[in-house]
């Protein structure tokens, strides 16, 4: 059964810190993707990665930054946590095609800042 | 990236079909049309995907309107578990990134 897995479910900081949410899947996947989920804005795409030491900008990758050094392991830092940055936090897993092949999202990471 | 227009929200009775249309009337010849769903403190979750002929899968059916301005997810019997929000999304063909954008999508609310 696949799976993609985040390292927290919850999870409450203090602004300023430094902040690492992990995703692992185990699927062998060649594209992950950090989403952000905030109600009445939808998922909207953070950053993504079609292959190990690659990453692309999303729609919003300012105060983010990601590190994928593992194939299966792609994870989002805050370099400076703020309170605007309390959100929930999706990963996903996909194979590359450029015909389209579905993701696979995580459970998610609720992010509190405070 | 094309957008899509759903309604708000739909309601429909437990054990009945449940039709969600979607528009996306400025979609190009090499968008394809996906539908994930998102249940209740869950990640979303994959559904169908299509180009141009209708799709069948064990979830839903998908209906592409013949000049691929609109579309409609089928649940064929709707249960309470299918109560979700359900978004339709455009992806362009040959992105390498595979990127998905997200709109508001419909919720979808099943009664018994």
């Known amino acids: 059964d696949v799976k993609v897995t985040q390292s927290s479910r919850y999870l409450v900081k203090r602004t300023g810190e430094k902040v690492f949410l992990e995703c692992v899947q185990d699927?062998?996947?060649?594209?992950m993707f950090w989403y952000r989920q905030d109600p009445g804005l939808g998922l909207r795409l953070i950053y993504f990665s079609y292959d190990v030491k690659m990453k692309e900008k999303g729609d919003i990758p300012e105060g983010y930054s990601v590190s994928r050094e593992k194939k299966e392991r792609f994870s989002l830092i805050l370099e400076s946590a703020s309170t605007n940055q309390t959100s929930m936090y999706l990963c996903a897993s996909s194979l590359f095609s450029p015909r389209g092949y579905e993701q696979y999202f995580g459970p998610g990471t609720r992010l509190t800042v405070t | 990236d094309a957008k899509t227009t759903q309604p708000n929200s739909m309601e429909s009775n437990e054990e009945e079909p449940v039709h969600l249309p979607c528009n996306h009337s400025t979609i190009s010849g090499t968008d394809y049309i996906h539908w994930y769903r998102q249940l209740p403190s869950q990640g979303p979750e994959y559904v169908i995907h299509g180009l141009t002929s209708n799709v069948n899968n064990r979830m839903a059916s998908l209906a592409i309107a013949e000049d691929r301005k609109s579309s409609t997810l089928i649940l064929h019997r709707a249960t309470l578990r299918d109560a979700a929000v359900y978004y339709c999304i455009l992806r362009a063909f040959g992105e390498y990134g595979n990127k998905l954008v997200f709109g508001a999508g419909t919720i979808l609310r099943v009664k018994s």
């Open positions: 699927m062998d996947h060649e594209n």
